[in-house]
Nanobody, 119 residues
Framework: QVQLVESGGGTVQAGGSLRLSCAAS????????IAWFRQAPGKERERVAA????????AYADPVKGRFAISKADGQNMVYLYMNNLKPEDTAVYFC????????????WGQGTQVTVSS
């Protein structure tokens, strides 16, 4: 089992920045992929950024390309989501997720952290 705990959410003005953190514990040696998802009220959950556990490959959703960056700390079980030039439409609950397979559903989820961007 893998446990994920997010932190770093909050309220920021449009154009501002936040860094979200995801602390992984448990059988982290089984993690192959790590990702950040978000869910806004009345909308489906969407994946905004993903990475291999080693951090050598990353992918981003179009709405956040060039503004968000996913990063895994070397030698640590911490994954970050750097969010710059935030927009009101980025307001959502952000979740960290992990899986033990190259493809397929994410098996492990954190509890989420709220990000609110005011205009």
């Amino acid at each position: 089992q893998v446990q994920l705990v997010e932190s770093g959410g909050g309220t920021v003005q449009a154009g501002g920045s936040l860094r979200l953190s995801c602390a992984a514990s448990g059988r982290t040696s089984s993690i192959v992929r790590i990702a950040w998802f978000r869910q806004a009220p009345g909308k489906e959950r969407e994946r905004v950024a993903a990475s291999t556990w080693a951090g050598e490959l990353t992918a981003y959703a179009d709405p956040v390309k060039g503004r968000f960056a996913i990063s895994k700390a070397d030698g640590q079980n911490m994954v970050y989501l750097y969010m710059n030039n935030l927009k009101p439409e980025d307001t959502a609950v952000y979740f960290c997720a992990a899986r033990s397979r190259i493809a397929g559903l994410y098996d492990y989820w954190g509890q989420g952290t709220q990000v609110t961007v005011s205009s």
